[in-house]
């Protein structure tokens, strides 16, 4: 099992940047494949990106290809989100999850088995 943490949300400008992070417990988190996802009020949670266990490859949304990229660190037991030109559309609750499922990168919300809280992040015209 595995603990979720986000952290780095906040107001911010269109074209600003975020970083959020993701912290995990336990030791199990470098086997694990891990995405971020978003849901705006009113809306489906959807995919963002992910990142493999390993870290050497990832997957994006069409929406945020370019813009965003998923990294992380298994000595630290974290995950980041580098958010770069932001919009307003971007503006939703970020949440971490993990894919306790070794292989291929997933994008839907019923392969992930853990997820943090989220963290807010408004990104303002």
């Known amino acids: 099992q595995v603990q979720l943490v986000e952290s780095g949300g906040g107001l911010v400008q269109a074209g600003d940047s975020l970083r959020l992070s993701c912290a995990a417990s336990?030791?199990?988190?470098?086997?694990?494949?891990m995405a971020w996802f978003r849901q705006a009020p009113g809306k489906e949670r959807e995919f963002v990106g992910c990142i493999i266990a390993s870290g050497i490859s990832t997957v994006y949304a069409d929406s945020v290809k370019g813009r965003f990229s998923v990294s992380r660190d298994n000595a630290k037991n974290t995950m980041y989100l580098q958010m770069n030109s932001l919009k307003p559309e971007d503006t939703a609750v970020y949440y971490c999850?993990?894919?306790?499922?070794?292989?291929?990168?997933?994008?839907?919300?019923?392969?992930?088995?853990?997820w943090g809280h989220g963290t807010q992040v408004t990104v303002s015209s």
């Open positions: 336990g030791r199990t988190f470098s086997s694990y494949n």
């Open positions: 999850a993990a894919d306790r499922t070794p292989g291929i990168l997933r994008t839907r919300v019923s392969a992930y088995n853990y």
